[in-house]
């Protein structure tokens, strides 16, 4: 069962009792009374499967104080199991704020993954990782990607199996901000968009509904094949520069959030996933050619 | 005077190209290597060795016949890799 | 089943584990995380072979905690190596307390707790020695306020907690183990002399395996802080069961006890955790130990302060009589500690002179 299957009362009941739903790799209990959660949820996720209410991976719920900014300027906390690892953020700011809840859960506990900080699609099954810190015009390229086709795994969180260093999906709508929002509108018209929110810590910022494919296929692992540092600069025409799998191990490395807790574990997978990949700097401006370099990619000789 | 690695295993030490990464499971820490010094921890892993022994090792492989600058460059990087408690004195 | 007891059912019955249905395994998951105990369950389950066994999707749960904990042993073994080398040169052995002290000896107390601080015993008189020789290896003091350096140092058995400088860490050095305020005094250079080598080092040391025993009994019912209590109890139980292989263990315990003015301690360390965690004791030793018993009535009180204050909170409902219970038990804590008079000032000072910053919260930067 979907959750598009479920009516808008429907879905708002069982938000207040604990809605159980599952996003790739893991299964998200959401609690919450907070209207824009419920129709971003009904929005960005009606391609996903409903999960059983027995377990849920994490437990999460947003809502408004008790106190006067119930009414003034409201707030809006969210909760991991009882405790606050953030602050409150504006009402407004609500279903970004259950994004980035979930991102910080998995990232704080999911250490049977090496977690980069990094986009990841995959085609013909042969995934790319794209790395690279805020502001670099990764999620826009991201979103392109998929809005052309490309798998999406993650926009954020790339999980790389220990056991096997496959990369383990967890699709989720993704998050672009300020001018991204304008450039992928005009990039694809059909595509599926969260309400804007503005002056959050970010920006502006609006969530872009995954393809269906992206979440129907959420169980299917894929093997690395690149690695991409994505720069996006000003009227640069397409550039791709290789990088040494050393410098490229060093790079990751600092773009990942369990590296240094994974110990030993976490250097040999990191040096298993550069060894596997092409490693490249690429720099761009024009989305389109982007996408067409991405889709022409070399494969990587076998190890 | 001879060497040794402060490594526990050669899991530890990997080559990528022309560098390598390694792992010191004590401080947790990751560095990257440039080629020399990689070679040098690798044949340190075999066996503990003094700096004119790896001298010999390393001018076969480098195709450079021993000489003092070659010397003089692999007790530098002994130093800076004993700096990052890599090696230690044997 | 009290949805409170799922935690207590865990250690009690591991065996039954693989046979709890997904549900009840979602509800204990998030007890074991808020009572962070879940590196400890995984540590046991595999001590039984019965990791496999388990549902898959809770396992691996358990398997997310337990990375950490390997993470942070490695880091508290590093660690401990920066203080041996700082207090080596002024010929000063380091005795590690607590989980440093489990990690040490590679006990299996050590596996799945994560702390803070780094906790040594130092002879009172080396006090001034190793201050200094901790500050020259990078350490400095924390609390500059006159008030709690004088709470740390004249009242209390220890410095106050010292940070180092490049790598953040903390140890608290002491030189007794209770107060120098307090009511009972047992003697720091019997426990000292008792202490044995750990971890393959000649200069780092732990307390023998008595006294490891009768100091966590004295850590978790004389402490002010119960948030952990379950978690100590079930620390207290893993020793007992761990030493109680060793010869003379058992009919020395009492003994030291005595000696070192501690027999109250032990005999609510027997008594809660044969309550709680059916640990496997002598019948000789209860019965010695009963010379540790409170009379009747504090008997009862305790009772029932202290067995609503053990139980784990459950994450969805605040126990509020658990709740009471540990502030009355705080109370206690504090005034077993210091004198009552100076137990005001204190209390009455933090509150209005300290300047506690609340616990920083992270912006949403992901």
Redesign the interface.
């Known amino acids: 069962m979907k959750l598009s299957d479920l009516s808008l009362p429907e879905l708002n009941r069982q938000l207040r009792q604990g809605f159980y739903f599952r996003t790739g790799a893991f299964v998200v209990n959401v609690k919450s009374a907070i209207p824009a959660v419920a129709n971003g949820l009904s929005l960005m996720y009606a391609d996903y499967p409903l999960a059983d209410r027995a377990f849920a991976d994490f437990h999460v719920t947003l809502t408004k104080p008790h106190h006067w900014r119930r009414y003034f300027r409201p707030q809006v906390f969210f909760r991991f199991e009882g405790t606050s690892p953030f602050s409150p953020l504006p009402l407004s700011q609500a279903f970004p704020m259950l994004e980035w809840g979930m991102n910080w859960c998995i990232s704080s506990n999911a250490h049977s993954y090496l977690m980069i900080h990094a986009a990841v699609l995959e085609k013909n099954g042969r995934a790319a990782i794209l790395a690279a810190p805020p502001g670099s015009g990764k999620s826009t390229l991201c979103a392109a990607l998929m809005l052309r086709g490309w798998r999406l795994l993650s926009d954020e969180l790339t999980l790389v199996r220990l056991t096997d260093g496959r990369i383990e999906p967890v699709p989720r709508p993704v998050s672009l901000k300020n001018a991204s929002i304008a450039v992928i509108r005009d990039f694809d018209p059909l595509a599926i968009f969260s309400p804007v929110v503005r002056d959050t810590v970010k920006g502006t910022v609006a969530h872009l509904k995954p393809s269906s494919e992206s979440v129907q296929r959420a169980v299917e692992t894929a093997t690395a094949a690149w690695i991409i540092f994505p720069q996006y600069v000003k009227e640069s025409a397409t550039v791709a520069v290789p990088v040494s799998a050393g410098r490229a191990m060093m790079r990751t490395a600092d773009n990942s959030f369990n590296y240094g807790l994974l110990g030993q574990q976490g250097f040999a997978a990191m040096a298993a996933l550069v060894s596997r990949c092409n490693c490249i700097d690429f720099r761009y401006s024009a989305l389109n050619e982007a996408v067409q370099y991405f889709d022409h990619l070399p494969v990587p000789d076998p190890a | 005077m001879k060497w040794r690695t402060r490594l526990n295993s050669e899991?530890?030490l990997?080559q990528?190209?022309?560098?390598?990464?390694v792992?010191d499971?004590?401080?947790?820490s990751?560095h990257?290597l440039g080629a020399a010094a990689g070679q040098i921890l690798l044949h340190l892993e075999f066996t503990p060795m003094d700096v004119h022994n790896l001298m010999i090792v390393l001018g076969a492989e480098w195709q450079q016949t021993p000489e003092s600058d070659v010397e003089q460059g692999i007790e530098a990087v002994l130093k800076e890799l004993q700096s990052m408690d890599l090696v230690e004195c044997a | 089943m009290r949805k409170t007891g799922l935690i207590v059912a865990a250690f009690r019955h591991p065996q039954a584990l693989p046979d709890w249905d997904l549900q009840k395994w979602d509800v204990l998951l998030r007890q074991l995380r808020q009572a962070g105990m879940t590196a400890s369950l995984y540590a046991r389950l595999d001590g039984l072979g019965l990791l496999s066994s388990i549902p898959e999707q809770a396992a691996r749960h358990l398997a997310w905690a337990a990375q950490l904990a390997r993470r942070h042993k490695q880091s508290v073994l590093y660690e401990v190596g920066f203080i041996r080398n700082a207090l080596n040169r002024a010929g000063v052995p380091v005795v590690l307390l607590k989980g440093a002290a489990y990690v040490l000896a590679g006990l299996p107390a050590s596996e799945g707790r994560i702390f803070s601080d780094i906790d040594i015993l130092v002879p009172a008189e080396s006090l001034n020695l190793v201050e200094s020789e901790l500050m020259i290896h990078g350490w400095h003091s924390t609390h500059h306020d006159v008030y709690d350096q004088r709470y740390y140092r004249s009242w209390m058995h220890e410095l106050p907690p010292m940070t180092h400088a490049t790598r953040g860490t903390v140890i608290d050095v002491h030189h007794a183990i209770l107060p120098v305020t307090a009511r009972l005094h047992p003697d720091s250079a019997k426990l000292l002399k008792a202490a044995v080598p750990a971890g393959g080092f000649a200069t780092v040391l732990t307390l023998g395996p008595a006294d490891m025993v009768l100091h966590s009994a004295l850590h978790l019912f004389y402490n002010s802080e119960f948030d952990h209590g379950f978690r100590d109890l079930v620390d207290i139980h893993t020793l007992l069961q761990h030493f109680s292989g060793l010869p003379g263990f058992w009919s020395g315990i009492t003994a030291r006890a005595q000696d070192l003015e501690l027999t109250r301690p032990l005999f609510y360390a027997l008594r809660y955790t044969t309550l709680f965690l059916n640990t496997v004791v002598p019948p000789a030793v209860m019965i010695k130990a009963d010379a540790g018993r409170p009379n009747v009535a504090l008997l009862a009180l305790m009772d029932s302060l202290f067995e609503p204050a053990l139980q784990p909170d459950s994450p969805d409902h605040v126990n509020l009589i658990a709740v009471a219970a540990r502030f009355a038990l705080y109370l206690r804590g504090n005034w077993l500690r210091m004198p009552p008079l100076l137990l005001m000032r204190h209390l009455f000072q933090k509150a209005v002179i300290s300047n506690r910053k609340p616990v920083e919260k992270t912006q949403c930067d992901i």
């Open positions: 899991e530890q990997r990528m190209g022309e560098e390598y990464v792992y499971a004590v401080s947790g990751t990257l």
